[in-house]
């Protein structure tokens, strides 16, 4: 006959046995989900204003875009409440004044206003106390992202997969003359002195002989395509990335006339190393990180939620079940 086992070795097989038969014969134990009730009217004003702020009625799919941010403004302040975090000094301060404004006696103290002020649903009903208790909530959701430091393997992957982020533009140093006046005008002064510079063979030097004055003057240091948009108009900014180097362009016109560009030379785009940035690419890194978390986060307490959306005509309650429902 075979000798026993292990005492250990019969304790776990009989440990898988219980467990077998209480996941066969018990229910289960987790909780159904809570309901969570948006009242028709804190999404009406909401699209009301937005639609009056954009000149056009919201879709159905922008409809759905406010809903959804509601609702998730909803469940955030519930799990806040049922975390106890509505114990945060802005909030108890906010409720406090709420209380003394509604003419509260001087003689009742803060703890006593405060309990009043939560007997009246103030927590769930009072905008900034929502605001606060939402952005508590959604911070303690990204809280996972923000504790482990991130190597030097994880930066560089999230510096190359995040290249255009910390890509430094392509630059440009030109200098320009410059023709005040119209479109016909200018244009035509603009194309017979470039002639003239072609005849001659000049070059750069000529941005120095008398023209319409620019108040950037004739010579710019290194700039973006943003930058000279800034100081140009787009249109010239964007020709002025694309030139030929050494050699006039044709005349370009912007806002104040028209300009004859030189290209001394163009840098870049080029991506620094992670050396120089490394700051940067970290801030970034842990904000994704706890982007994701929130995310996750989000998506987890949804499923601990039933969402609705109140008809305007219902006369189910605002405020729902009680923010300590969910197990």
Same mark, same amino acid.
């Given at each position: ?186 244009? %035509?002064?603009? @194309? +017979?002195?470039?002639?003239? !510079? =072609? #005849?001659?063979? /000049?070059?750069?030097? $000529? *941005?120095?002989?008398? &023209? ?76 994704? %990180?706890?982007? @994701? +978390?929130?995310?996750?986060? !989000? =998506? #987890?307490?949804? /499923?601990?939620?039933? $969402? *609705?959306?109140?008809? &305007? ?15």
């Amino acid at each position: 006959m075979r000798p026993p086992g292990p005492p250990l070795l019969h304790f776990l097989v009989m440990g898988a046995v219980l467990f077998g038969f209480e996941r066969i014969l018990l229910p289960s134990h987790s909780p159904p989900p809570v309901e969570v009730i948006l009242p028709a009217g804190r999404v009406e004003p909401l699209l009301d204003d937005w639609s009056k702020r954009v000149g056009r009625a919201a879709t159905p799919e922008e409809r759905a875009a406010f809903e959804e941010a509601l609702l998730d403004e909803e469940i955030l302040v519930r799990e806040a409440l049922r975390l106890g975090l509505e114990e945060d000094p802005v909030v108890q301060r906010r409720l406090i004044r709420n209380q003394r404004f509604l003419g509260a006696p001087a003689a009742r103290s803060d703890r006593e206003l405060l309990g009043e002020a939560r007997g009246l649903g103030m927590e769930t009903s009072d905008p900034v106390v929502r605001r606060r208790l939402a952005q508590r909530m959604e911070q303690r959701l990204r809280e996972p992202g923000l504790t482990a430091e991130p190597g030097e393997a994880e930066l560089e992957a999230h510096l190359r997969a995040k290249a255009d982020r910390f890509t430094n533009p392509a630059r440009v140093q030109i200098s320009q003359i410059f023709f005040r006046g119209g479109q016909d005008d200018g244009h %035509r002064r603009a @194309r +017979a002195h470039r002639r003239q !510079l =072609l #005849a001659r063979g /000049a070059g750069a030097e $000529a *941005a120095r002989e008398p &023209a319409d004055p620019f108040p950037t003057g004739a010579d710019l240091s290194e700039q973006s395509e943003a930058e000279l948009a800034k100081l140009f108009g787009p249109e010239l900014a964007r020709r002025a990335l694309a030139l030929a180097p050494r050699r006039w362009s044709e005349p370009i016109p912007s806002p104040y006339g028209m300009h004859l560009l030189w290209l001394h030379h163009r840098v870049g785009p080029e991506r620094p190393p992670l050396a120089s940035i490394r700051n940067r690419v970290r801030r970034s890194l842990l904000e994704a %990180r706890a982007e @994701r +978390a929130f995310q996750q986060g !989000l =998506l #987890a307490l949804r /499923a601990r939620y039933r $969402a *609705a959306t109140q008809d &305007a005509g219902s006369s189910r309650p605002e405020n729902g079940p009680s923010p300590g429902d969910p197990g």
